[in-house]
């Protein structure tokens, strides 16, 4: 392959967005069909940090008798995950935050009757903009299992920093589906 610039990409925009508690929303299917917001609410702006994607891939090694020798190596368990900061308090946030609490809207704000996380498996859609190149992410199944400490200080703004593990789909295969808006790639 050459060297080519053009097919860099920095996906320095984008957006998190997550489906209702419960929901079992459409999955899109494309990259730029809009998400409809009875089923879909954004995180809202992200830290500077962006979107981590992680993928974990265990394998089994299998040695012969003869030697000890490796002979094969066999796929084992598999997990994939996405973390992120959200800078945004607003009512999908504390859900994220506080899923199983009681949030309750009042006249002056909301008050939040907070219990122990319950389980709060969602569909997630990742948005990434690089230019005029799009790539959306659908995880039809995930759950925050890890919650980032949340900091009151005077040198900084609050976050809610969360890990969101993917689980695979009723085909029980599909982790994510991806669409990219790239000409560089099209036919």
Known sequence: MALNANLVRAYQNGEVSVSQPGAS???????????SA??????????????????????????????????????GTFEKSFKF???????????????????????????IAERAPALDKRVWVIHGISGANLQRIVCPSG???????????NENITVYEWTVELFAAIDGLTYT????????LAL
């Open 38 to 75: 009875l089923d879909y609410s954004g995180t809202g702006i992200l830290t500077d940090d962006g979107i981590t994607e992680s993928t974990g891939q265990e394998y089994n090694k299998i040695y012969g008798w003869q030697n000890g020798v490796l002979i094969a190596t066999l796929p």
């Open 177 to 184: 589906n991806r669409y990219i808006v790239d000409p560089t």
């Open 85 to 111: 900061a959200a800078t945004q308090q607003s009512l999908t946030n504390l859900g994220l935050q506080y899923p199983g609490s009681t949030i309750t809207q009042t006249a002056y704000g909301v008050s």
């Open 143 to 153: 759950q925050i299992t890890e919650r980032g400490d949340v900091v009151w200080s």
């Open 25 to 35: 929303p459409a999955l899109p299917t494309d990259a730029t069909t809009p998400l």
